[in-house]
């Protein structure tokens, strides 16, 4: 399945984005999908994912009570709304489809990913 992620920029500490993940030739509803970022100098991390049907969530301690995941099937979409957002949190932001049930947090269970999207947070 092919990604796209968009949605990323620049934005002032304690403000929101939003990012979607648009997917094309497959229906991505028997996918879970997870959002990870990447820092300058620093691995890929886990960020958030969601099941297939979108009951089941997880998020990394360092977004929890701060970020959503969320899907829209119909759609073919997957969003994650960032509030309250911090300078740590200045990364490339990439979308990723797995064909877990559940999702996972683990990057080398994700298949497909998207080309990446910058969120920069100033302070």
């Known amino acids: 399945v092919q990604l796209q992620a968009s949605g990323g920029g620049l934005v002032q500490a304690g403000g929101s984005l939003r990012l979607s993940c648009a997917a094309s030739?497959?229906?991505?509803?028997?996918?879970?999908m997870g959002w990870f970022r990447q820092a300058p100098g620093k691995e890929r991390e886990f960020v958030a994912t969601?099941?297939?049907?979108?009951?089941?969530?997880q998020y990394a301690d360092s977004v929890k009570g701060r970020f959503t995941i969320s899907r829209d099937n119909p759609k073919n979409t997957v969003y994650v709304q960032m509030n309250s957002l911090k300078p740590e949190d200045t990364a490339v932001y990439y979308c990723?489809?797995?064909?877990?049930?559940?999702?996972?947090?683990?990057?080398?269970?994700?298949?497909?990913w998207g080309q990446g999207t910058q969120v920069t947070v100033s302070s």
């Open positions: 030739e497959r229906s991505l509803s028997s996918f879970s």
């Open positions: 990723a489809a797995s064909p877990k049930y559940l999702g996972s947090v683990n990057a080398y269970e994700y298949d497909d």
């Open positions: 969601i099941s297939w049907s979108g009951g089941s969530t």
